[in-house]
């Protein structure tokens, strides 16, 4: 009973920033010179907070089509989001087609760190659709508020969203083969943001299952014991597959 | 053209996204593939909080967000509330950004 609360407050305080940010978002593009329709309709039909704020900049700069293809790119991260998620949205073709729309960096981190596949559907859905209509809230509040909204840095949000993310992705982290698949793409992103435009560094951060090729030796320092999950070889077997695809984004 | 924009970018985003949750279902992937879906999206995910964290556009942002960002990762590795971790690390930031750090 007790996670049950948990989670609505947990999901409640991530709603209760993301109408905080939407509000920046909406106050910013306003004193961009966007007229107030378009944060409002970015908000509901893009549904990318990142990409948002970058199309913003960039139409306000008068350069609408490096807007739309900065944030495609941004974005583009939510293709291995979905074939990660598929099973957790639904198989009906309604679940699909809005399950797909409300797709957030937040929802999957709080569906992946949920193990039940009941209970991870739920969460994916109570996340999508909770963060759908506060960032739509915030939107319009930042758009009508304008400037009064202040500057969501003073308030410190803009360390919220990492600690929220590390919070969620903590628990899968106890894997070794997972957790030094993400620390490698963490160092990879991170190296490469000075110098690939916004987007690349997150994709190239895929390049870290690359470490699942290294010896396993390295992976599994210890004699091999069985365990649940599929064991070492295979995934060595597996990764030479991976390097080829992503190789080319980045 | 505004409208153009913001459609093209919509409609864009939406196939990015249905196209992952489609395709899972016409690829044929083997059980060491599949392992490594959650492993890609936790690398994504980890590469998202990291840049996040320590850079402003292409350069390393001041020491007031990394800061707040560690106590909260302390927190959530200490097992606290989901909660605690996000309003931790937003108040240091903001403390620190009060007494003058960027």
């Known amino acids: ?250 | 053209m505004l409208i153009a924009a913001i459609l093209a970018l919509g409609i864009g985003t939406y196939t990015i996204r249905l196209s992952g949750v489609l395709l899972r279902e016409r690829l044929e992937l083997s059980d060491n593939l599949q392992r490594l879906l959650p492993m890609a999206a936790a690398a994504l995910l980890a590469a998202l909080a990291a840049t996040a964290a320590l850079m402003a556009g292409s350069e390393f942002t001041g020491p007031a967000r990394p800061t707040g960002v560690l106590i909260g990762a302390l927190l959530a590795y200490r097992r606290a509330p989901f909660v605690a971790v996000v309003l931790a690390a937003a108040t240091t930031t903001a403390l620190l950004r009060l007494a003058g750090l960027p």
């Not at chain 1, 089509?65 to 790119?73: D, E, T």
């Open chain 1, 1 to 250: 009973m007790s996670t049950v609360k948990r989670t609505l407050r947990d999901v409640g305080a991530l709603g209760a920033a993301m109408v905080a940010v939407g509000a920046s978002f909406g106050a910013i593009a306003i004193a961009y010179g966007l007229p107030a329709w378009a944060p409002t309709a970015m908000s509901t039909v893009v549904f990318a907070g990142g990409s948002q704020f970058l199309a913003a900049g960039l139409i306000a700069a008068g350069n609408p089509i490096a807007a739309v293809l900065a944030g495609l790119l941004l974005n583009a991260r939510h293709l291995p989001f979905g074939l990660a998620i598929a099973n957790t949205i639904g198989n009906s073709w309604r679940d699909r087609l809005i399950g797909s729309h409300i797709m957030t960096d937040e929802a999957v981190a709080f569906a992946l760190a949920e193990t039940d596949p009941a209970r991870r559907r739920r969460i994916y859905w109570l996340v999508g659709t909770t963060l759908f209509i506060t960032w739509n809230i915030g939107t319009v509040l930042g758009v009508l508020l304008g400037g009064a909204t202040g500057d969501p840095d003073a308030l410190g949000l803009d360390a919220a969203f990492p600690a929220a993310l590390i919070a969620l992705i903590l628990p899968s982290l106890r894997d070794r083969a997972t957790r030094l698949v993400a620390l490698a793409g963490a160092a990879i992103a991170v190296a490469l943001t000075p110098l690939l435009p916004a987007g690349l560094p997150v994709l190239c951060a895929l390049l870290g299952l690359l470490v699942l090729a290294a010896p396993s030796r390295f992976l599994h320092p210890k004699p091999p014991v069985p365990a649940p999950a599929a064991p070492a070889a295979p995934a060595v077997a597996a990764a030479p597959v991976s390097p080829d695809a992503e190789e080319t984004r980045c």
